[in-house]
């Protein structure tokens, strides 16, 4: 381990890796801190919008992305960022573990997180019933009756890969209608065990070891039911993780870092790309492509210093 390094990256999804691959190529010594490689990309069933792949599974392509990001000599160490403060200018990395690191720049690429319930019985039954993870999760509902909360793209997609496997998918989404895309509500038609409740919202979980059943409450008349469920799919957005950069960088009102079209932000030498960031849409191919131009960036600082 280095005293100080050029440029730290925090994170390895799609953002990260390709700012890697890019500050490898450039020679700029580099480190990179993540939890874990492919962040949510990992998560999506079938990705049939990346250049280059007709048909593959978020898993493959990260994989892929990897193989890439190993023919690199760079440097990872596994730890989890909880804060990032610059003293003139050099930037102080501190992890979970205790570690601190410093750089001449960051780019920060530490992605999203799942949004919770927040419901109180909710970690209690993680595990044991609730998850984030239709993809990593569905077979093992095979038969079951389940539920899928939210309304957007991934709560359809969730939906999807469950139906031929439950009993009965039950879909609860507190706005009047779903947000996903048309083309993805079409394919919902025609499955039997789907069962569609909008304006709800689930407020209770209830089991002993294992979840039994969810509390729904329709949100116009207020009346309230409880269904049988093995499996609870929460489905309802992301959150950034901002938290260790929050006193670093003034957020956006979506706790975004706020970025210009080059990854730059309001601090010099800080850069941030993907999810944790204010660019427009969350995709893989946005994400790979803005941790490109953050490596160019930060490339252009660190010459310039």
């Given amino acids: 381990m280095k005293d100080l390094y050029d440029l730290i ?68 160490i596994y730890n989890s960022v ?28 530490a992605g999203t997180s799942h949004r919770k319930l927040g419901l109180k019985e909710e970690e209690r039954f993680v595990g044991r019933g609730v998850t984030y993870c239709a993809t990593c999760d569905a077979p093992l509902f095979r038969g079951e009756s389940v539920m899928v909360v939210g309304g957007g793209n991934s709560a359809v997609l969730a939906a999807l890969q469950l139906l031929p496997l439950a009993s009965d998918v039950f879909m609860v989404n507190r706005e009047e209608k779903f947000s996903a895309a048309e083309i993805y509500q079409i394919k919902l038609g025609g499955f039997p065990n789907l069962h569609v409740s909008q304006s709800s919202q689930v407020t209770a979980l209830f089991g002993e070891k294992f979840l039994e059943k969810a509390r729904v409450r329709h949100i116009l008349t207020g009346k309230e039911e409880d269904l049988s469920v093995k499996g609870l799919f929460v489905e309802i957005g992301l959150v950034p993780n901002t938290e260790p950069v929050k ?45 490109a131009k953050a490596a160019l960036s930060a490339g252009h600082y660190i010459l310039n210093q």
Avoid: W
Wanted: neutral net charge; charged residues 25%; glycine residues 12%.
């Fill in 82 to 109: 909880i804060s990032i403060e610059k003293e003139e200018n050099i930037f102080i990395v501190k992890t979970r573990e205790g570690k601190i690191f410093k750089g001449k720049s960051i780019i920060y690429a």
């Fill in 9 to 76: 990256i925090v994170g390895a999804g799609p953002a990260g890796m390709a700012a890697a691959v890019y500050a490898a190529r450039s020679r700029i010594d580099t480190l990179i801190l993540t939890r874990d490689v492919g962040g949510m990309a990992v998560y999506a069933g079938k990705v049939d919008n990346y250049l280059g792949f007709h048909l593959i599974s978020g898993m493959d392509l990260v994989k892929k992305f990897e193989e890439h990001l190993n023919q690199f000599p760079l440097e990872i």
């Fill in 247 to 291: 006193k670093l960088v003034t957020l956006n009102e979506k706790n975004e870092v706020p970025v210009d079209c080059s990854g730059k932000t309001g601090v010099p030498g800080f850069f941030s790309a993907g999810d944790a960031s204010s660019v427009f849409q969350r995709q893989i191919i946005i994400a790979a492509g803005e941790g």
